[in-house]
T-cell receptor
């Protein structure tokens, strides 16, 4: 596989629940990303972390809270979500961002989230 | 509107034929482009990338062409196989923030045996 793992693969939660998504990369990368993939819409970047520091928050509602304790792990904490938040949440990693050069991102398999 | 888009949402080809998937982008400052393949139930898989100082790059059975004059990107797949059936996304980065890839909606490629 790609070297990026995500758990759980499927999650069903109520609007009052609190849950967390986990991502781990085994590629030695220093940048990690959260994306949202909804049907019939392009992949939407949510957050970017570079060397554990958040460098991008793409106007994401506060009910999504990311955490990056080290360069290999990334979490997305979820609370009081809405049904329209149901989607595939993808994690990705790459070499560090910045320095004037872009690099390919490697994606995990995603977590299919359903909010009821 | 979106800065990256696709001309066709679906493409059907015969096994063994060549496939061409097109992508248009609107930001002339974009300096990095990438193609991904996403099979059902999986995350996007990197195929090939190209930087703006090149106009062609070849991989194994795939070629990416970049035409900066008309802001057009294409992915060519030679001798298409059933395993190539998937959704293909192009993405661009305009250099302002290197981590930010902007994705198109995707083209679904179906390969008929």
């Amino acid at each position: 596989e790609t070297g990026v793992t995500q758990t759980p693969r499927h999650l069903v939660m109520g609007m009052t629940n609190k849950k967390s998504l986990k991502c781990e990369q085994h590629l030695g990368h220093n940048a990690m990303y959260w994306y949202k993939q909804s049907a019939k819409k392009p992949l939407e970047l949510m957050f970017v972390y570079n060397f554990k520091e958040q460098t991008e928050n793409n106007s994401v509602p506060s009910r999504f809270s990311p955490e990056c304790p080290n360069s290999s792990h990334l979490f997305l904490h979820l609370h009081t979500l809405q049904p329209e938040d149901s989607a595939l949440y993808l994690c990705a990693s790459s070499h560090s961002v910045g320095g004037g050069q872009s690099y390919e991102q490697y994606f995990g398999p995603g977590t299919r989230l359903t909010v009821t | 509107g979106e800065s990256v888009g696709l001309h066709l949402p679906t493409l059907s080809v015969q096994e063994g034929d060549n496939s061409i998937i097109n992508c248009a982008y609107s930001n002339s400052a974009s300096d990095y482009f990438i193609w991904y393949k996403q099979e059902s139930g999986k995350g996007p898989q990197f195929i090939i990338d190209i930087r703006s100082n090149m106009d062609k790059r070849q991989g194994q059975r795939v070629t990416v062409l970049l035409n900066k004059t008309v802001k057009h990107l294409s992915l060519q797949i030679a001798a298409t196989q059933p395993g190539d059936s998937a959704v293909y996304f192009c993405a661009e980065n305009y250099g302002g923030s290197q981590g930010n890839l902007i994705f198109g909606k995707g083209t679904k490629l179906s390969v008929k045996p």
